[in-house]
Each structure stands twice: as structure tokens, then as C-alpha cells.
């Protein structure tokens, strides 16, 4: 413990050091930055689209209602004036009176659209100001969230949703539309008042769509666009941090000072935590500072540690393995998109779509919309994330050795040394490398079902399908490819039996074990069918058997490419027999 810690206050010391005062000054400018305009956003709220619409009108009384809705900007002008202007373009629309002229631009027809919207919240907040609810709102309804069928779901058990039963007296009270609500006087409070109502006029919330009653103008869908953007403020500091995790990394590779930590007393994987420590600790305030500064609750800084895992261990690898600080530029950033991708594709569908709960970012996002998150949703979200992040930091941990670090050997050379250290070093290598590569399959399966979930089922399946069992594959062979191609042990027959039935039940038993603790609630889909949930000794036939062909493959052709997808064929067509029926009837 000592040494991690001795570790750690040298790798801050030596990374404060080693950049420039330039550098120091703009990294604290773009924290700071960061933070000034999570505060802001969370306190006038977002204003993308403020003035993209420019109208000039003839009448002034125009002007100040136009202008209550900030997507216009207002010119005023005589009438030969205004036609002037509108004619010479940059104008989206005229209003000459009462009269309102557009053009055949999208811009125009939008702006159009627009103005109509601004006209009716006016209207309705100039009839607010009576003080007669109900009479501005003649017409109320109840709003009841109903689960709907997920698409994910098999298209055989797609039912209509069941209402339940509602009593005479229960109907009695229920505002309906076309009818006007008159309240009893101890129902009085449940309305909200006027003066939260014409909160609306100044771009908050609206109160009434918190109710149990609603009305139609104020009934939209439960899309949290603001708190999925405000959540993409956390993800700035994550990634810039991980950035210097991954430069000091490579500067010691470059610059072979890190062959005195290698001949130090402290073991490699001390020293891999020792460094990684202060940049995690640092990352994690950063996260709480903004955290508190946009008013949301603590509790996300545990939401977002798996996220904060994922993108330094992957930051670590990339050091690891990249030769130059220009493959390191091109790793990092292709796995920050797909990693950027994985968690905020998901959380665009929040409290929309049961697939959202795969990423984090929807944890947040819910935090941020005052909504509950009980610990299956944390489990089912983040597990995927802090299994993969040991699991880079185990193999990164492998080639944290001189032959790795400051040779120039290529990047598949590098991984395949890793595996090779953990057939060194473990018992029935092949059997529980399967295993311990699970959760990357896991992860990688998930992405695929946030990609192609709202693909027609059909289509979404066999691709599905096809990519998954090729993932698994690749993933159950690597370690026989290792055995054979290091010439751990003889290329042989027997070999290519024996290590092909070992790694098919590894992979199995591993999968049972994940699958049925983290992904129960998918376990009636027809992705979870695919991935092999409910069933026990067919999946076990499938595993042994395609890895086996695997592996005899390999043996006889030698060409790595050629016998996954051998494999890959037998393994989709099992699972397209498995989902034949569901799926195309």
C-alpha cells in the first residue's frame, strides 16, 4: 500500500512538473470554463436556438409579443420599408397588420410554425392573468404512465396495454375531455396556482405537467433533453483528464523513464495504480464539483466512477500498446466515440424506451430529473463497465514490462503478449480466459442492441445475430490461437479437441453466471434468446461444438480469419433456428 501511495504523490508531482506554464494556465482556463457554463446552463437553463428566426412587422404592439418567445429576433419598420427588407432576404417573415407573409424556404415555414406556438403561449398566459383556472383551462385530462411494449420484445407477445377498471365513483371525478372540470372545495388544492402556471411565460417548467391533471397544450412526452445535454458537461473533465493519464504513459514509454520504476522494488501493478490514482481522485472532483454547481445530487459522482474507469483504462491500453504519440491520438479517439456513443445513445431514450437503463448517463440523467434509482438499475448499468475496465487494466497490467513498453512491436503483437502472460500464469488457461473475456463480449453485445433496437425486428435480429456470434467467436478462440501460433503447446489434434472443448464451457458457464445476475431483465427478448438466457444444455452443445470447429480449423488451415468464420456460421445458425419462428413466424 505504501508503494501505490509513493507512487501516486510522484506521478502528481511529476505531472504538474512536466507541463508547461502555458499549459497549466489553459487546462485550469478550460476546468474553469467547463464549470462556468455548467452553472450557467443550470441556472438560465439551455438557449441554443435563441434568435434563429428574424421577422420585422408594421405594427409596434407586435413587438413585445413576438419577442416573449427568444427563437425571434424583432425589427419594426413602415410598411414600404418592411416590404423593402423582406424582399431583399435574411428576413424569415412579415407582418404587415395582420397579415403574416412567408416564403417556401424551411426556414421560413419553421419560423411560421414558430410564431403560432408564441402566439398560443401569450394567449394563454394574458388569460392567466384573470385568475380563473378553470375557465382557461376548460379542459382537463389524466395523465397515467402506462409501460408500453418495448420493441426489443418479441413481436409473438405483443399485447395491448390493460386499463384498469375505474369505479362510478372514481369516474364521477375524472375530468374528461370536452367537459369542464367544477371541483369539489376539498379538490380545490390539488390545481396549481396561477402564479406557478405563468411561470411558463418565463421558460420554466411547467407546474402542470406534474400533476396527476394535465391539459392538452401541456402534455408532451417525457423527453429529457436538457438533462441528457447537461449531462454531457460531466464527460469534458473525464476525457480530459484521461488525455494526461494516457500522455504520461507514453512520455516514460518515449522517453524510457520508466525503466527506473521497472527495476524499483514495486511490482508492476502497483505501479500501474499508483499512477492511475491521482488522475481517477482528480477526476471524481471535478465530476462532484460540477455536480453541485448545476444543483444535482451527489450521489452522481457514483454513477459516473464506472464511466471515469472505462475511459482511463482504456486511456492506459492505448499508451500501453500505441508506438507513437500519433497512434496514440488515432486509438484514443476512436475509442472515445464508441465509448461516447455507448453511453449517450442510450440516454437519449430515457424514461422513452427500458433499453436506455444500459448506459449510466441515464442513471444521471434521472438524478438530474429528481427521479429514483434503485440499485438493479445501477447493477445493470455499470457492471458491463467496471468488469471491462479490470479486465484492460489486467492485460494492460501484463505488458507493463520492458520488452512491451519500449520495443516498437505492432499493436496485435502487444495484445497477443498479453494473453500469452495470462496462459502463463493461470491454471486451465483456455477454459477461464473465456471466461475473463466475457464482459467484454457483454459490453460489446449491448452496444450492438442500443444500435439496433429500434431497427425493424426482423432485420435488427439476424444482424444481430451474425455480429454477435462472430464477437464470440473471436473471443473463445483467442486463446487457442496464442497456444498454437506462440507454439505454447504442439499443434496437434488432440490439442485442438481438448482446447476447443475447454474454452466452449469456459465461455458457457462464464455466461450463465453473468447473464443470469445482470441481464435478467431482457431475459424474455428476443436478443436475450440470442444470447442464450433460459437455456442450459443446447447453448453448451453450440459453445463446444463451434469453438471445436474452430479450433480443428485453425489447426488444419492455420488461418486465424478463415476459422472464426467457420464458427461464426454455426453458431448464427443455431440462433437463427432458435428465433425462426418468433421471429419471422
Known amino acids: 500500500m505504501m508503494g501505490i501511495l509513493t507512487i501516486s504523490k510522484w506521478e502528481f508531482r511529476r505531472t504538474r512538473l512536466s507541463f508547461s506554464k502555458k499549459t497549466l494556465f489553459l487546462s485550469a482556463f478550460l476546468l474553469i470554463l467547463i464549470g ?8 438560465t437553463g439551455l438557449h441554443m436556438n435563441d434568435k434563429i428566426y428574424k421577422v420585422v412587422v408594421t405594427d409596434p404592439a407586435l413587438v413585445p409579443i413576438i419577442q416573449t418567445d427568444d427563437k425571434f429576433e424583432v425589427y419594426f419598420a413602415q410598411e414600404d420599408e418592411a416590404r423593402r427588407l423582406f424582399e431583399q432576404g435574411g428576413l424569415d417573415l412579415l407582418i404587415i397588420k395582420t397579415k403574416i407573409i412567408h416564403t417556401s424556404s424551411e426556414s421560413s415555414i419553421s419560423a411560421l410554425d414558430a410564431l403560432d406556438k408564441a402566439i398560443l403561449r401569450y394567449d394563454e398566459a394574458r388569460l392567466l392573468s384573470y385568475n380563473d383556472l378553470n375557465n382557461t383551462f376548460p379542459v382537463w385530462i389524466t395523465v397515467k404512465n402506462i409501460a408500453r411494449q418495448q420493441v426489443f420484445q418479441s413481436p409473438s407477445v405483443q399485447k395491448l396495454p390493460e386499463i384498469e377498471a375505474v369505479s362510478e365513483k372514481t369516474a364521477a371525478s375524472t375530468p374528461v375531455i370536452g367537459k369542464t372540470i367544477t371541483p369539489e372545495p376539498g379538490e380545490i388544492a390539488q390545481i396549481p396556482s396561477i402564479r406557478e402556471v405563468t ?23 417525457p423527453i429529457p433533453f436538457k438533462s441528457v445535454v447537461l449531462s454531457f458537461i460531466f464527460i469534458f473533465p473525464i476525457y480530459f483528464i484521461a488525455q494526461f493519464f494516457s500522455s504520461s504513459i507514453m512520455e516514460e514509454r518515449v522517453k524510457r523513464k520508466g525503466e527506473l520504476l521497472l527495476v524499483s522494488p514495486v511490482k508492476p501493478y502497483q505501479i500501474v495504480i499508483g499512477k492511475f490514482l491521482p488522475y481517477l481522485l482528480i477526476t471524481l472532483a471535478l465530476v462532484a464539483v460540477i455536480a453541485v454547481n448545476i444543483g444535482g445530487s451527489i450521489w452522481i459522482v457514483l454513477m459516473l466512477l464506472p464511466v471515469a474507469l472505462i475511459f482511463l483504462s482504456t486511456a492506459f491500453m492505448g499508451a500501453i500498446i500505441a508506438r507513437s504519440f500519433k497512434e496514440l491520438t488515432f486509438v484514443l479517439i476512436f475509442l472515445s466515440v464508441f465509448l461516447s456513443g455507448y453511453i449517450f445513445l442510450p440516454a437519449m431514450f430515457a424514461n422513452i424506451h427500458a433499453i436506455s437503463i444500459i ?6 440523467v434521472k438524478l438530474l430529473e429528481n427521479e429514483p434509482v434503485s440499485i438493479s438499475e445501477y447493477l445493470f448499468s455499470t457492471t458491463p463497465f467496471y468488469l471491462v475496465s479490470i479486465l484492460i487494466f489486467m492485460f494492460g497490467i501484463f505488458i507493463y514490462r520492458e520488452e512491451d513498453l519500449f520495443t516498437q512491436k505492432p499493436v496485435g503483437s502487444k495484445l497477443l503478449d498479453s494473453v500469452q502472460e495470462f496462459i502463463n500464469r493461470v491454471p486451465m488457461p483456455v477454459f477461464f480466459l473465456s471466461i475473463t473475456l466475457l464482459p467484454l463480449v457483454f459490453s460489446l453485445q449491448l452496444m450492438l442492441i442500443v444500435l439496433l433496437f429500434n431497427v425493424p425486428i426482423r432485420i ?5 445475430i451474425l455480429i454477435a456470434a462472430f464477437i464470440e467467436e473471436v473471443v473463445k478462440s483467442a486463446g487457442i490461437y496464442t497456444v498454437f501460433s506462440r507454439k505454447i503447446y504442439p499443434v496437434t489434434t488432440g490439442n485442438a479437441l481438448k482446447f476447443g472443448i475447454l474454452s466452449g464451457a469456459g465461455f458457457f458457464a462464464g455466461e450463465k453466471v453473468l447473464l443470469l445476475l445482470v441481464i435478467a431483465s431482457i431475459a424474455g427478448s428476443v436478443f436475450g434468446s440470442v444470447m442464450g438466457i433460459g437455456l442450459l444444455i443446447y447453448p453448451l452443445l453450440l459453445h463446444v461444438t463451434s469453438t ?13 480469419l478463415f476459422s472464426v468464420i467457420f464458427a461464426t456460421v454455426i453458431h448464427a445458425a443455431y440462433n437463427l433456428y432458435l428465433v425462426w419462428g418468433v421471429v419471422f413466424g
Open 199 to 221: 411561470e411558463i411565460k418565463k421558460g420554466s417548467r411547467s407546474p402542470i405537467k406534474e400533476q396527476a391533471l394535465a391539459t392538452p397544450s401541456h402534455f408532451d412526452p
Open 460 to 464: 435488427g435480429i439476424v444482424v444481430f
Open 548 to 560: 471445436t470447429a474452430a479450433s480443428l480449423s485453425l489447426k488444419g488451415t492455420g488461418n486465424y
Open 359 to 364: 448506459s449510466p448517463i441515464t442513471l444521471v
Open 36 to 43: 462556468a457554463v455548467s452553472f450557467s446552463v443550470s441556472q
